[in-house]
């Protein structure tokens, strides 16, 4: 049994067609990019028991999503055995980072600390908007804020420490909270 830590990346929605191919739905931690070089995913089927899902083939699918070829999966009925499994991939399989490069899994928890010292919120998610992102910060238990991922604003991303330090313009802040 492969030890490796896994990591959820999204579910199988549904079969697709007749040969085999299932609809995958990926979480928003990984981007288009990241997932087509992964050469295998899992899937659970014990606590820490897992069988391997080899990929044979993928292409975007119409809408959202992927669709996906398993090796051994070969007709729809062995797809539709999929339906609504979660799949997972070592963390050793995603391709290496770039200098100051992260991962999205990897910012989910994290603290957002601003200049003062004080804690504005923890990372709950990361939104694409057009050329960059917005970090999604939950500051309250129903209340989120959104900042952008740019230079002038994310000063520092410490995963060591599991911190953000931040310097939103107080107009930012003041338009949210």
Request: no cysteine.
């Amino acid at each position: 049994m492969d030890q490796s830590r896994k990591i959820p990346i999204g579910k199988v929605a549904r079969a697709h067609g007749i040969k085999g191919e299932v609809k995958v739905l990926p979480y928003p931690l990984l981007n288009f990019e990241v997932i087509t070089r992964i050469p295998r995913f899992y899937r659970r089927l014990g606590r820490e028991d897992y069988e391997i899902l080899e990929v044979e083939k993928f292409r975007p699918a119409p809408g959202e999503g992927y669709l996906f070829k398993f090796k051994g999966i070969d007709d729809r009925d062995a797809a539709e055995k999929l339906h609504d499994i979660e799949l997972f991939v070592n963390l050793e399989d995603l391709p290496p980072k770039e200098e100051n490069e992260f991962y999205v899994f990897e910012l989910i928890g994290l603290k957002v600390i601003l200049p003062d010292g004080k804690e504005l919120g923890e990372v709950v998610g990361l939104m694409p908007v057009g050329p960059y992102e917005l970090l999604e910060v939950r500051v309250e238990p129903r209340k989120t804020i959104y900042l952008p991922m740019v230079e002038d604003i994310i000063s520092e991303i410490d995963l060591k420490k599991g911190v953000i330090y931040a310097t939103p313009p107080p107009d930012l802040l003041e338009s949210q909270l």
